[in-house]
């Protein structure tokens, strides 16, 4: 069943754009067209869930679809949009790893999640593509939140992990019971927050939010 | 029984929503002292339903309380009582001598209910529903670490905030793994989510599967439950949190991530086999302690001192789970409890301390016993009792775990963990001893910060007493039927 929804052709092209987007925000030194892309792909992520509901006819993910809609690719947006606005951050991101290095550690990722999921046998049960797209997001989320300076995008990478595991959520057991999904949504609309006033917190305490300064603790 | 759950949760969040309305010191502190009381006689009811319907559910099977659900919600709310008295003084001083605004006290205590009340739910709910609350007290307690706006505070909490989330995150995978597992066997319902009804159907689980999930809730729980090497932010986080929120990190948050890791535990034993389980907790519990060592012996300041010391502390519930048979559970179970009594007891002599001498370095500090006579012996008390000396209660559960070792034949593990602990009570007595004798520094006036910081470290201090020699007959009833449910 699973392998005949997330095997459709239009489901494994959305699949293929959320990983173009994820590419996206590894290949961009501007701010705004990371928040930007991350947006396409929480949308991409909405897209996946609606046409799951309607294929299997489970009510409770067309509400998650729509929550992934608003929350996700709306007010999360926002929050970050405006966070860059307040504090007046520079546009450019500074990087640990420059973006044609990085670029190329996003394409390894993806190759080592794939042999990750073929080697354990879950694969004949799912769509192992959507899962390798799931494992994906999770390390370059990762990857990006050490390879960005800026605190903001260590908030974004999570953001991306978030939708990897999400992604992965839909293509295991096609999400997961409703209230557990209001559950994680309102944490991660809370945490969003949350970071946003660090952040601020951070921006009047250290005049700047590169994550360089946060080295005073240690031993 | 109706609604006893759902009655305790709502208890500290009504005190928060009270404290927020409130207009005076005064008032905030008698709102936050009778709801906090309140919690406590709640969250005991709740114990002795428990030990009379053994398994209490409700909504939809999203609340969900057995005896070690029974086991966590006594100790948030002994805890979280004894921390609120504490709260009064400590954070009463900071309000007298103009630290705080009477905005940022009553912005304290909505937060601290708020926090009371995600960790409570931590206990008592299902697997996925662990998550949502782990996830909600790390976004709780983050708010309380920015309470002050100094530099290293803001730094703690944003490393806490990132570190803890990622690792939280890892934990979700897991979860969903499970929650996979489960939905083949026993369909789409809340039931896929209960404790009971996982740990009855785990053995038909996929093992490969498990395996996998076991791993990430290990990484992600434990980074939370602050085991080695994912330890990093606890440091920083519980030597800048307000202390009485120190104490609630320490002693009770870091169990009830432990209490997650415990809960898969034994689901993943019955599918996988013990020895893959158990090697790894044993793994993580020796690096824990390991990493402890020098950090203990070379440290400069002393909250941070006992913030490692927690790192220890995990490190051997770990170890007494991953030992197993009767003695090793027991043990570590016995071992949560012991630890968050002594641990908050610690940290509110810390905090006294601090208040008086405004300093956190070890080296500046001496003669506590005279200048503070009280709060000197108890929190000398306190370090005798952390590092394990007889006949105080935390002897009691390392012993047994240590037993538990021997008698698993898991004697490298063993004669490394004794190892490791008697060069942990070397190091931390020194320090210790360093502050409590000698002269006080010129310019220590004597004489006690509080009497409520006084009256919550005694309480504190007759656990740590009691539990030493003897265990009552009821509460020993209480860890078996723990124990039971971790198997």
């Not at chain 1, 299997?56 to 947006?77: F, R």
């Not at chain 2, 006893?4 to 404290?19: D, F, K, S, V």
């Not at chain 2, 969900?64 to 001083?93: E, N, P, Q, T």
């Amino acid at each position: 069943m699973s392998e005949i929804i997330l095997g459709s052709k239009s489901v494994q092209l959305l699949i293929a754009l959320i990983l173009v987007s994820t590419f996206m925000i590894l290949g961009s030194t501007r701010l705004y067209s990371c928040v930007r892309a991350f947006g396409i792909q929480s949308f991409l992520l909405a897209c996946i869930a609606g046409i799951v509901a309607y294929s299997t006819g489970k009510n409770d993910l067309y509400v998650i679809s729509a929550l992934t809609l608003i929350i996700k690719a709306a007010i999360i947006p926002y929050i970050f949009i405006y966070i860059i606005r307040e504090i007046k951050v520079k546009r450019e991101i500074e990087l640990y790893v420059n973006i044609s290095p990085s670029l190329i550690i996003g394409g390894v990722l993806v190759v080592i999640s794939y042999y990750l999921i073929k080697s354990i046998n879950i694969i004949s049960e799912l769509s192992s593509f959507a899962l390798t797209a799931s494992m994906s997001l999770v390390s370059i989320g990762l990857f990006v939140m050490i390879s960005r300076k800026k605190a903001i995008m260590q908030m974004l990478g999570i953001l991306i992990m978030e939708n990897g595991l999400f992604l992965g959520a839909i293509s295991l057991t096609y999400g997961m019971p409703l209230l557990v999904e209001l559950g994680i949504f309102f944490d991660v609309l809370i945490g969003v927050l949350i970071m946003g006033i660090l952040i601020f917190r951070i921006n009047k305490t250290f005049e700047s939010i590169d994550t360089d300064m946060l080295k005073t603790l240690i031993g | 029984m109706i609604a006893m759950i759902e009655y305790l949760l709502l208890a500290p969040i009504m005190t928060g929503i009270l404290c927020f309305f409130t207009k005076t010191r005064k008032q905030v502190e008698t709102i936050s002292i009778s709801g906090s009381v309140a919690t406590l006689i709640l969250g005991l009811t709740l114990v002795n339903e428990v030990f009379k319907y053994d398994i209490i559910v409700s909504w939809e099977n999203a609340l969900f309380a057995d005896a070690f659900s029974a086991f966590i919600v006594l100790i948030v709310s002994i805890v979280g009582f004894v921390a609120s008295v504490y709260s009064i003084g400590y954070m009463g001083h900071e309000f007298n001598h103009g630290i705080l605004d009477l905005r940022k006290l009553r912005f304290y205590y909505v937060l601290f209910h708020i926090f009371m009340f995600t960790m409570l739910l931590v206990g008592v709910t299902n697997s996925l529903g662990l998550w949502i609350a782990i996830e909600m007290t790390t976004l709780v307690s983050a708010l309380l670490m920015i309470l002050y706006s100094r530099k290293s505070s803001v730094e703690a909490a944003w490393k806490y905030m990132i570190i803890c989330t990622v690792g939280i995150t890892f934990a979700l995978f897991g979860t969903i793994l499970t929650y996979y597992g489960a939905v083949k066997i026993l369909g789409e319902s809340g039931d896929a989510l209960n404790w009971t009804s996982l740990i009855a159907v785990a053995d038909q689980f996929d093992p490969t599967i498990m395996k996998l999930a076991f791993i990430f809730i290990l990484i992600g729980y434990g980074t939370k439950a602050g085991l080695a090497p994912m330890h990093t932010w606890l440091p920083d986080a519980h030597s800048e949190a307000p202390t009485p929120v120190s104490a609630l990190l320490s002693g009770v948050l870091l169990n009830c991530a432990m209490y997650g890791i415990i809960r898969f535990y034994t689901i993943t034993t019955k599918s996988t086999g013990i020895a893959f389980t158990s090697n790894l907790l044993i793994i993580f519990g020796l690096l824990s302690l390991g990493i402890a060592v020098p950090f203990i012996i070379l440290q400069e300041d002393y909250k941070r001192l006992l913030a490692y010391s927690s790192v220890e502390h995990m490190g051997i519930i770990a170890i007494g789970i991953g030992f197993g048979g009767i003695f090793g559970v027991f043990g570590a179970i016995l071992h949560m409890f012991n630890h968050a009594m002594t641990k908050s007891l610690m940290f509110f002599g810390a905090g006294n301390i601090l208040l008086k001498h405004e300093t956190k370095e070890i080296d500046k500090i001496s003669g506590v016993v005279k200048s503070m006579p009280v709060t000197g012996t108890m929190f000398f008390i306190g370090g005798l009792a952390i590092t394990g000396s007889p006949p105080f209660s935390i002897f009691l559960s390392e012993f047994t775990i240590l037993t538990a070792g021997f008698m698993q034949g898991r004697y490298v593990s063993s004669v490394l963990f004794l190892l490791f602990i008697i060069m942990i009570f070397a190091g931390f007595f020194n320090n210790i001893s360093k502050m409590v004798f000698g002269t006080p520094k010129p310019g220590i006036a004597t004489g006690e910060v509080s009497r409520w910081t006084l009256a919550a470290m005694a309480i504190l201090l007759v656990f740590v007493f009691v539990l030493g020699f003897y265990i009552p007959p009821g509460f020993y009833e209480m860890i078996m039927k723990v124990v039971n449910v971790v198997g």
